[in-house]
Each structure stands twice: as C-alpha cells, then as structure tokens.
C-alpha cells in the first residue's frame, strides 16, 4: 500500500526554525514528484511547495519562498522541508503529498503539527 | 497568479439529496482541476481530477463538469458519510491554489 509518513514537527519560538521529513513506502519513489500543503487550524489548504522526480525543479508560495527549502533523498525514499524564520502564522500542520501524472494529490500523509509561539 | 473561489463556502443538506458545489478560477485553467473531500482530523482526500475524472474508489455517486474557469462537483444520493469539506484545487500551474473549502453539513 502506498504511504507516506511525516516527522518533525513539534512546538518553536518565532525566528526558530524546524525539519519535516516525509518518508514514503509502497511505491517508486523516485518516479514521483512531491508536494507540501498546509493547513492552519480551522482554515483552508494552502499550497506550499513543490519538488520535481529529478529534484531540479522547485517551487515555494510567496508566503514562504526564502525561509523555506524543500529537498528529496531517493535513495532514502524522503522528502525533507527544512522551515528556518518561522513566524506564528506557519502555525499549520503541514502534509506531503504525492502527484500523479495527471497534476492531482493522490497519496497524503497524516500530517505533522508546526506550532510558532512565543 | 491563479484565485480559486468556492460557492457556497457552507451548504446545509438532507440524506438523499443532491448537491452542487462550484468553484471558478480566476483565468482558464482549461481542465486542470480537482476536488478534494476532508473530514475532521483527517487528510484530504481525492475524489476527481481533471475536472471530471472519478479517482479510482470514489463512488459514482460523486461527479464533476466544467472546464476554462467554472467547475461543478455534484454529489447525487448524499450519504451519511459524504459530510465533510470539499476543497478544489487548480493544476494548471505547479504553483497549486485551493479554493477556500465549502464545508457541507446536514441539514
């Protein structure tokens, strides 16, 4: 069964910064590309960012671009989000989730809970 | 830059009913479109992509139409189970956006 599995999240001060990693199993990795969404508590979804299957090509929301890198490891099947300058409002918890050939999210973890708070 | 705006953002509704939800884009995004159902606690889910392909596993009582900038998904024959919240979600772009959701609640 395909499935990914997120990590690292927790609670951190404003200008802090903290991992996700996103581990998958139950498919081949490397011919996917990657997406990262977040959802704030009580609201909406909210695109993040965007990793290629090669890795070459990425993309971040204005709302993160600067502070935020996304990565893969294939050979460790992960993804990684490393979120430095966090503010209160990356206050979400965040979801990989994976992209078909369509363009849709098919696959999505359970989520990991970013908390920024003095 | 590509907005998506769902109407209704809520929708009240009866077992066995149907129900229509839209969501417009800002610019054409011919069928690059997608619908997504979350419940509470829960990751999103998806029900149909390219505007009007079902997700394998979905039931058929789930449907969407459209393309360029309106989008319908309809939902025939509610069933306990289908209240939850629906987001669309544009593709057109790698710079995914989601419309702000349309929680469906039981009337």
């Known amino acids: 069964e395909a499935q990914l599995v997120e990590s690292g999240g927790g609670l951190v001060q404003p200008g802090g910064s903290l991992r996700l990693s996103c581990l998958a199993s139950?498919?081949?990795?490397?011919?996917?590309?990657f997406h990262w969404v977040r959802q704030a508590p009580g609201k909406g979804l909210e695109w993040v960012s965007y990793?290629?299957?090669?890795?070459?090509?990425?993309y971040y929301s204005d709302s993160v671009k600067g502070r935020f890198t996304s990565s893969r490891d294939d050979a460790k099947r992960s993804l990684s989000l490393q979120m430095d300058s966090l503010r209160a409002e990356d206050t979400a918890r965040y979801y990989c989730?994976?992209?078909?050939?369509?363009?849709?999210?098919?696959?999505w973890g359970q989520g990991a809970m970013v908390t920024v708070t003095s | 830059d590509f907005q998506m705006t769902q109407s209704p953002s809520s929708l009240s509704a009866s077992v066995g009913d149907r129900v229509t939800i839209t969501c417009r884009a800002s610019?054409?995004?011919?069928?690059?479109l997608n619908w997504y159902q979350q419940k509470p606690g829960k990751a999103p889910k998806l029900l149909i992509y390219?505007?009007?392909s079902v997700q394998p596993g979905v039931p058929s009582r789930f449907s969407g139409g459209g393309s360029g900038t309106d989008f319908t998904l309809t939902i025939n024959n509610l069933q306990p189970e289908d209240f939850a919240t629906y987001y669309c979600?544009?593709?057109?772009?790698?710079?995914?956006?989601f419309g702000q959701g349309t929680k469906l609640e039981v009337k």
């Open positions: 989730s994976r992209r078909t050939s369509a363009d849709a999210l098919d696959i």
């Open positions: 139950g498919f081949a990795f490397s011919d996917y590309a």
């Open positions: 990793i290629s299957d090669d890795g070459r090509t990425i």
């Open positions: 610019q054409s995004i011919t069928y690059y």
């Open positions: 390219a505007a009007s």
């Open positions: 979600q544009q593709s057109y772009s790698s710079l995914y956006t």
